[in-house]
């Protein structure tokens, strides 16, 4: 999508490995926000930014760290993978709160732990 | 755990004729919002409800919200093959973050 990009696309990894997935924004919007996608549990808050340096945990943390140290680019950081974590994690951004506005998605980043 | 839930999960209809989804959440909102998302694909923002609005309008989209139900439904006119699709509220639960559903799979016939 315009103005958010997630890297890598799709990954594969050893159970046990660190791993780190991107999301870049040239919209220099203040929120960014990291979910994964499961069959039959929707999308599931993982960590979210509400500024640089400024981050919060969300429903299903556990296993995960971010990191936000410029507008532009958030972090997500499996610590030790694990097969649990083999999921589609989605990157949105958003100018404000979302009182007043959506989101815009990233396209999505196929992880798969083997 | 999740705030929303559609209804139904899954529907298929012929081009044409009208889609409705619902979704009920569970706590107070200042929004509620829906997306749509194709396979493979991100989610996409297709309209935002006040919590003081009950109906809004965009293009062949029809949202209405009761928040005395906690129930908003999505409606769908003279669907199309595009149309093919999931499609998620969401709401903020009055924080500044929004918790999804798990989704309506929507699918169209030619």
């Known amino acids: 999508d315009a103005g958010i990009t997630q890297s890598p696309r799709h990954k594969v990894t050893e159970t046990g490995t660190p791993v780190t997935l991107r999301c870049h924004q040239t919209e220099n919007h203040r929120y960014m926000y990291w979910y994964r996608q499961d069959p039959g549990h929707g999308l599931r808050l993982i960590h979210y930014s509400y500024g640089v340096k400024d981050t919060d945990k969300g429903e299903v943390s556990d296993g995960y760290s971010v990191s936000r140290s410029k507008t532009e680019d958030f972090l997500l950081t499996l610590e030790s993978a694990t097969s649990s974590q083999t999921s589609v994690y989605f990157c949105?951004?958003?100018?404000?709160?979302?009182?007043?506005?959506?989101?815009?998605f990233g396209s999505g980043t196929r992880l798969t732990v083997v | 755990s999740q705030q929303g839930e559609e209804d139904p999960q899954a529907l298929s209809i012929q081009e044409g004729e009208n889609a409705t989804m619902n979704c009920s959440y569970k706590t107070s909102i200042n929004n509620l919002q829906w997306y749509r998302q194709n396979s493979g694909r991100g989610l996409v923002h297709l309209i935002l409800i006040r919590s003081n609005e009950r109906e809004k309008h965009s293009g062949r989209l029809r949202v209405t919200l009761d928040t005395s139900k906690k129930s908003s439904s999505l409606l769908i006119t003279a669907s199309r093959a595009a149309d093919t699709a999931s499609y998620f509220c969401?709401?903020?639960?009055?924080?500044?973050?929004?918790?999804f559903g798990t989704g309506t799979r929507l699918q169209v016939f030619p």
């Open positions: 949105a951004i958003s100018e404000s709160n979302v009182r007043d506005y959506g989101y815009t």
């Open positions: 969401a709401t903020d639960a009055r924080t500044d973050k929004l918790i």
